[in-house]
């Protein structure tokens, strides 16, 4: 028996109707399945024309386009594997991208290519081009070529797609993710979920990520649904295009920005079947003022780019704030100390370790560090710190790497966040520890108000006294109109860390 390509034969099993829509631009114009499977076929031509191989990684750095969208397809099929970059990273930072993973293919808008051509040359890899339009030389290689393509093999443990890890400590590192991490995954997620052919999903994510690279385009594809596929979140043209959709995934800043628009009203939303979060965390606040507005409950999840997704809350039954849900079917995950790996009891706080298909293979071209990274019995060490409920609901307390140590005490940001964010006027915070003579580390925050609150570093600190254990209760409050994020939305704690790190003197 001939072996198939592992991920895109279950996306070619999902086709029920090749007329049917896929994708659905802002303006009107559709991509059938019949168009994506052949222009995914047409760029797997193109690839293969160019010398791409199986194994070969291709680096991508465009933007979002439903063309873009075809390449990962046509990588995928073509046997190589798909390395997406952010739109953001400056040509020093693709530099380290390329000469680590080595790709035999650079494609970038074509502003980018006089800076980027030197770094491809480099290693001696292939420059090509393709913007937000979908136009550029791959774009016309792809135009000419044959939409008609023999899938090459690929088996359920071959790579399908390197993602680099944002890395705010230290290297970035390359995820390895196989063809059936990606399929099963999504797979579980369109049950678990009760995808079908008849969704349309609001697609305001960036495709260089997991989240709607993975999570949102996988899964529409394997239901067989179609996607409403805007280039990026843009409030009026969401507004505008909710009531065609059924489902939406975002970031919390999606939700926040929604419920400030007066135009965003339950009416306009009561015919959606799902809205979900990931990505950074959703408070409680968004959380409950959006159910408020809307009847909804947003339905948070956790996952992360090594392992696609972990948890959920429930399709059916309490859909929590401030949690992340249940792990998913066939995701087994404990809560250990991070030091000995003893499983904790529920309630008590350690590290997250997950188990099962979904989980990477490992850092790209760093065995030790993967190593490092995973117990004797299979389990990841995620980094990600959290405790179980009584009823197996997980909430995550923050990064390993964000715990503070206050004089011997350690203090979980998210925590002291979520007590800060029930204050009057508040909109968000961030909790960091920043060097401190004689604690090692002093608890700051660092607080958003919200429009038009006029909110004062005394405000901020007097309720947390009845509230938090005194070593809990920041040391110093600072107020900024907004908290910096990367672009999937997570508030960026090592720049503010760098910003205040000699707020005691001790920097």
Same mark, same amino acid.
Not at 190 to 198: L, N
Not at 201 to 204: C, D, E, I, R
Not at 242 to 253: H, I, L, N, W, Y
Not at 383 to 398: A, C, L, W
């Given at each position: 028996?001939?072996?198939?390509?592992?991920?895109?034969?279950?996306i070619?099993?999902?086709v029920?109707?090749?007329a049917?829509p896929f994708?659905q631009?802002?303006s009107?114009?559709?991509t059938?399945?019949?168009?994506?499977?052949?222009?995914?076929?047409?760029?797997a031509?193109?690839l293969?024309?160019?010398?791409?191989?199986?194994g070969d990684?291709v680096?991508?750095?465009?933007d979002k386009?439903?063309e873009?969208?075809?390449?990962?397809?046509?990588?995928?099929?073509?046997g190589?594997?798909?390395?997406p970059?952010?739109t953001?990273?400056?040509?020093?930072?693709?530099?380290?991208?390329?000469?680590?993973?080595e790709?035999?293919?650079?494609?970038?808008?074509?502003?980018?290519t006089?800076?980027?051509?030197?770094?491809a040359?480099k290693?001696g890899?292939r420059l090509?081009?393709?913007?937000?339009?979908?136009?550029?030389?791959?774009a016309?290689?792809?135009?000419e070529?044959?939409?008609?393509?023999a899938?090459v093999p690929r088996?359920?443990d071959?790579l399908?797609a390197?993602?680099?890890?944002?890395g705010?400590t230290g290297?970035?590192?390359?995820?390895?993710l196989?063809?059936?991490?990606?399929?099963?995954?999504a797979r579980?997620?369109?049950?678990?979920?009760?995808?079908?052919?008849?969704?349309v999903?609001?697609?305001?994510l960036?495709?260089f990520?997991?989240?709607?690279l993975f999570?949102?385009?996988?899964?529409t594809?394997l239901?067989?649904g179609?996607?409403?596929?805007?280039?990026?979140?843009d409030l009026?043209?969401?507004l505008r295009l909710?009531?065609?959709?059924?489902?939406?995934?975002?970031?919390?800043?999606f939700y926040a920005r929604l419920?400030g628009s007066d135009?965003?009203t339950?009416?306009?939303?009561?015919?959606?079947?799902?809205?979900?979060s990931?990505?950074?965390?959703?408070?409680?606040? =968004?959380h409950k003022?959006?159910s408020?507005?809307?009847g909804?409950?947003?339905?948070?999840r956790?996952?992360?780019t090594e392992?696609n997704?972990?948890t959920?809350?429930?399709?059916?039954g309490?859909?929590?704030?401030?949690?992340?849900?249940?792990?998913l079917?066939?995701v087994?995950?404990?809560?250990?100390?991070p030091?000995?790996?003893?499983?904790?009891?529920?309630?008590?706080?350690?590290?997250?370790?997950v188990?099962?298909?979904?989980?990477?293979? /490992?850092?790209w071209?760093?065995?030790e560090?993967?190593?490092s990274?995973?117990?004797?019995?299979?389990f990841?060490?995620?980094?990600?710190?959290?405790?179980?409920?009584?009823?197996?609901?997980?909430?995550?307390?923050?990064?390993?790497?964000?715990l503070?140590?206050s /004089?011997?005490?350690n203090?979980?940001?998210?925590?002291?966040?979520?007590?800060?964010?029930?204050?009057?006027?508040?909109?968000?915070?961030a =909790?960091?520890g920043?060097?401190h003579?004689?604690f090692?580390?002093?608890? =700051?925050?660092v607080?958003?108000a919200?429009?038009?609150a006029a909110l004062?570093?005394?405000?901020?600190?007097a309720?947390?006294?009845d509230?938090?254990?005194k070593f809990k209760?920041?040391k110093?409050?600072?107020?900024?109109?907004?908290?910096?994020r990367?672009?999937?939305?997570?508030?960026?704690?090592?720049?503010?860390?760098?910003?205040?790190k000699?707020t005691?003197?001790? /920097?």
């Open positions: 028996m001939t072996q198939k390509n592992h991920l895109f034969s279950e070619r099993e999902a029920r109707d090749p049917a994708l631009a802002p009107g114009e559709i059938s399945y019949a168009d994506m499977l052949a222009r995914s076929g047409a760029y031509n193109a293969t024309a160019l010398g791409v191989v199986p990684r680096a991508v750095q465009v386009s439903a873009a969208l075809m390449l990962y397809l046509g990588t995928v099929r073509a190589a594997v798909f390395l970059l952010n953001a990273y400056t040509p020093a930072e693709v530099a380290y991208f390329v000469g680590d993973a790709p035999a293919l650079l494609v970038c808008d074509p502003a980018r006089e800076a980027l051509t030197p770094i040359g290693v890899c090509e081009t393709l913007d937000g339009n979908g136009k550029g030389s791959l016309t290689l792809a135009g070529a044959s939409g008609d393509f899938d088996g359920p071959d399908a390197i993602l680099y890890t944002s705010t290297r970035s590192k390359g995820a390895m196989s063809h059936e991490n990606l399929a099963s995954n579980m997620l369109v049950e678990y979920w009760r995808f079908t052919d008849k969704d999903l609001l697609h305001a960036p495709i990520h997991t989240h709607g999570v949102a385009s996988n899964v594809l239901a067989g179609s996607m409403l596929f805007l280039p990026k979140f009026a043209e969401v909710m009531p065609r959709a059924t489902t939406m995934m975002g970031v919390p800043t419920l135009a965003f339950r009416e306009l939303a009561e015919h959606m079947r799902l809205f979900v990931g990505s950074a965390p959703l408070s409680a606040e =968004v003022a959006f408020a507005r809307t909804h409950a947003i339905l948070e956790y996952g992360m392992t997704m972990n959920s809350n429930p399709y059916d309490d859909r929590r704030p401030g949690t992340v849900g249940l792990p079917p066939g087994e995950l404990r809560i250990a100390d030091e000995t790996g003893k499983v904790l009891a529920d309630g008590e706080v350690g590290g997250i370790e188990r099962g298909p979904n989980v990477f293979k /490992g850092y071209r760093m065995p560090k993967t190593a990274e995973f117990r004797a019995d299979g990841f060490i995620t980094g990600d710190m959290g405790r179980n409920d009584e009823r197996g609901y997980v909430s995550i307390v923050g990064r390993a790497k964000d503070i140590i /004089g011997g005490f203090v979980y940001p998210a925590e002291v966040e979520a007590v800060i964010d029930e204050i009057d006027g508040v909109a968000e915070s =909790v960091i920043v060097p003579a004689d090692g580390e002093g608890v =700051v925050a607080v958003a919200h429009k038009g004062t570093p005394e405000q901020v600190i309720p947390l006294a509230k938090l254990a209760q920041p110093q409050v600072y107020l900024l109109p907004e908290l910096p990367n672009t999937m939305g997570k508030i960026q704690k090592n720049v503010l860390r760098d910003q205040y000699d005691f003197g001790a /920097g």
